[in-house]
């Protein structure tokens, strides 16, 4: 790992973002546990360090702390959010409670356009902060270089100009030029070089599962970016040893099964066969309304059916699952203590005495970095294209029991915001857009009678990586068309509103 960027991860939930950054600027960046000694970065030749942030406060007790030899100066060192509390701190500085948070957008004013601001043409940036302590005061010898709204020391340096920490996070899409922040301080600071790419990543994951993989594979396929990246990257790495399965679990989008065949089986040449579980899982989860139960339920269920299709049909060894970074890091499976927002099927659902060993080779990604992935593997762009999809489906966009009322509606409710989204071209434009629906029952007018009936969310996001997210300004035109289509043709439906919440603090999904 010679050259490459190590990111020591404190729990926070943009911990793989940071490594995914470094990677974007074509050098090969690694997530490792927050008290990897630095013994061991010296002895694997990392060209820099970077502190991530994290849900603690450094001046807490039982908070986590690196090893201290990390402030030496041996290395260079980034420090975002908890990571630059860390730095403050060991160099002899205060961390305290902010009087005021800062969470969102905020300005940052920058006072040296030296270091991690070089090349800055500007003296005003926007930056997305998210932290509740702030430094009460800065250790001697080290500079401020910017400052915001609520913070005077918002990005201080050392006096070696070796070591950096900001209280906003460069990684996230939303800080103008923090790509730029970051590129500074890898090449200008650290002397990185590039040698990280796709192709790379390509080449390495087949020879690796082809060394690795000794039996039959199953994999799960929905039809999805995912599903259908990791089922060619298999059917490349292991041919002959590959066989898929779609289950239609009752809660796929309107026409899903049909479209997935055909791609899938025309396309891309992937052995599959498809199994209508539907009732099975509408039965499982009746009654149920909590979303973590319906997570867990559909991922017992799921395994369930897939142990019952892998006695019949195998032996089979392993199972292959699509798994994503943001998948892990939402779960809470990372190096460190993160906060669990929500369990995703493919990861927290699946029973401890599984049978099958599990196979996740996109798990190191994010979905833009799957969508170049399947570009280098042939995957043809209307399937590349396709806005993601939960893997428990309707049921997480039905808040509340799941009814098959209530799957009508959403289903169809889904296809018209997707169909109105093709219209005005702008389906590539957003990274998702889909409807959501609860029990709100409100009272509407058809015709010249009164109707109570159900009220209907769309929400449009426009994001890189799912890691954060801003709604969609869509026209008045655009959003009167959807909501006339949906009051016009789903029935039972009488009201329509649009969800205008960024993540944080909301997620993308409702729930």
Not at 157 to 171: A, I, L, N, R, Y
Not at 184 to 195: L, S
Request: proline share 5%; charged share 20%; with cysteine.
């Amino acid at each position: 790992m010679g050259g490459a960027i190590a990111v020591l991860d404190f729990g926070g939930q943009y911990s793989h973002l940071i490594c995914r950054r470094v990677r974007a600027l074509g050098v090969y960046s690694a997530l490792f546990p927050y008290d990897t000694s630095a013994e061991e970065l010296k002895r694997m030749g990392v060209a820099g360090v970077i502190m991530s942030g994290g849900p603690a406060s450094v001046y807490e007790p039982s908070s986590p702390h690196p090893d201290k030899d990390i402030f030496s100066g041996n290395v260079p060192l980034l420090g975002i959010c908890y990571g630059y509390g860390l730095i403050v701190q060991a160099h002899g500085g205060e961390m305290q409670r902010a009087t005021r948070r800062e969470y969102g957008k905020s300005s940052l004013r920058i006072l040296d356009r030296t270091g991690l601001f070089t090349g800055f043409p500007q003296e005003t940036i926007s930056c997305w902060m998210s932290h509740g302590d702030s430094a009460t005061k800065i250790p001697a010898g080290m500079s401020v270089l910017a400052v915001s709204d609520n913070s005077p020391y918002a990005a201080v340096e050392t006096s070696d100009g070796k070591q950096f920490g900001v209280q906003f996070h460069p990684e996230v899409a939303h800080t103008e030029r923090g790509d730029a922040i970051l590129s500074n301080f890898v090449f200008n600071v650290c002397g990185a070089t590039r040698g990280w790419s796709m192709s790379n990543f390509l080449d390495e994951t087949v020879s690796e599962l082809s060394s690795t993989i000794n039996g039959r594979v199953l994999c799960a396929v929905s039809g999805g970016v995912d599903s259908s990246v990791a089922s060619v990257l298999l059917n490349r790495a292991v041919p002959g040893k590959l066989q898929c399965v779609f289950i239609d679990t009752g809660l796929l989008r309107e026409g899903e099964a049909a479209e997935v065949s055909k791609f899938l089986k025309e396309d891309l040449r992937v052995p599959i066969e498809f199994i209508d579980a539907s009732e099975t899982f509408i039965s499982a989860l009746r009654g149920i309304a909590d979303p973590e139960q319906k997570r867990k339920i559909i991922g017992r269920v799921f395994a369930d059916v897939f142990e019952h299709y892998a006695r019949g049909s195998g032996p089979f060894e392993y199972l292959a699952q699509g798994t994503l970074y943001p998948d892990v890091i939402e779960s809470g499976r990372s190096s460190a203590p993160a906060s669990v927002i929500k369990t995703h099927h493919n990861v927290g659902g699946l029973p401890k005495d599984l049978s099958l060993k599990v196979v996740e080779p996109l798990k190191a990604l994010y979905k833009d970095e799957v969508r170049s992935l399947g570009v280098l593997l042939g995957l043809p762009a209307k399937v590349l294209q396709r806005h993601p999809f939960p893997g428990p489906g309707l049921a997480v966009r039905i808040i509340g029991d799941v009814t098959p009322e209530k799957l009508r509606i959403c289903r169809r409710s889904n296809k018209v915001v997707e169909d109105v989204l093709f219209e005005e071209g702008v389906y590539n434009k957003v990274w998702q857009g889909f409807a959501y629906l609860g029990d709100d029952r409100v009272t509407g007018v058809l015709g010249d009678e009164r109707k109570v009936g159900y009220q209907v969310t769309v929400k449009l996001v426009e994001s890189i990586d799912a890691m954060t997210a801003d709604w969609y300004r869509a026209s008045p035109q655009m959003l009167e068309k959807v909501s006339s289509a949906i009051t016009n043709e789903v029935d039972g439906v009488v009201s329509v509103v649009y969800a205008i919440s960024s993540k944080p603090p909301a997620t993308i999904e409702p729930q």
